[in-house]
Each structure stands twice: as C-alpha cells, then as structure tokens.
C-alpha cells in the first residue's frame, strides 16, 4: 500500500527520496512504505542537510509533514 508525504518549505523545490528526484515541495506525494531519506537537493540554503523518516499509516488527507527550513 503506499504512503504519503509532503515535504514543506518555502520555495518550490524538487524533492529527493533517497537520492531520486520526484515530485515538488509543499504537495502531497506518494512513497512506498518503510524508511527513505528527503531532501531538497544540491545547495546549502536549506537545513537539515537530509531527514530519514520511516513512513506508514498515512492517508492522502493525512500525509507524514517533513519541514525544511530556509538559511
């Protein structure tokens, strides 16, 4: 079954999961189950570097919220 995320920030960014571009910040997107590591790509104007989040229970109205701030 898959799980849900949005990864929040203030631009619009690609996010990676573990290392593979997909959909852009502050949507709702699908990942399958299980751990995975989140971030916004090159560049140094965003922290934490990464976040590793193990993702489950999730629902399209209630998607896992990782938050990158702006530096």
């Known amino acids: 079954m ?3 995320v949005k990864v929040v920030f203030p631009a619009q ?5 573990d290392g593979v571009r997909t959909c852009k910040t502050n949507r709702v997107f699908q990942v ?3 751990q995975h590591v ?3 790509g090159p560049g140094n104007d ?3 570097n990464e976040c590793t989040c193990t993702v489950s229970d999730t629902l399209p109205t ?4 990782i ?3 702006q530096i």
């Open 13 to 17: 960014r690609y996010v990676r999961v």
């Open 62 to 65: 209630a998607p896992l919220i």
């Open 32 to 34: 399958e189950p299980g």
């Open 2 to 4: 898959d799980e849900y």
């Open 46 to 48: 965003y922290s934490p």
């Open 38 to 40: 989140f971030d916004l």
């Open 67 to 69: 938050e990158f701030k």
